[in-house]
């Protein structure tokens, strides 16, 4: 199968561990002197829509990968880049969870 970089940078990467979507590639890293893939590079999820940025870019080992398909990558990668569910205030004594 032949593919361009301009293809696989649509594609979405899902992690086959716990079925969560990391995102869309956004760069992939070549080894010049052997002309092979190194590792390909997700966006960081976006901090309050965008607004104040994005957390770092995630780097997946090349090796990780496990499928390319027609729309999406599957990897088998152990991060822990979820943020966990953090509580706040709504009203005095009122909380509730929220991303």
């Known amino acids: 199968m032949n593919c361009r970089i301009a293809d696989i940078k649509h594609k979405e ?3 086959v561990n716990d079925g969560n979507r990391i995102g ?3 760069d992939i890293e070549i080894d010049m002197e ?3 893939t190194r590792a390909i590079v997700v ?7 965008g607004l104040f ?4 870019d995630i780097v997946i080992p090349w090796e ?6 027609e729309d999406i990558i599957l990897v088998s990668h152990d991060i822990d880049f ?10 005095r004594g ?6």
């Open 94 to 99: 009122i909380t509730s969870d929220w991303d």
């Open 13 to 15: 990467v899902i992690n």
């Open 24 to 26: 869309c590639i956004c």
């Open 34 to 36: 052997n002309g092979q």
């Open 53 to 56: 940025g994005r957390c770092e």
């Open 43 to 49: 966006y960081g999820k976006l901090k309050f829509f």
């Open 64 to 69: 990780k990968v496990k499928v390319i398909g």
């Open 82 to 91: 979820y943020s966990p569910r953090r509580k706040f205030r709504l009203f």
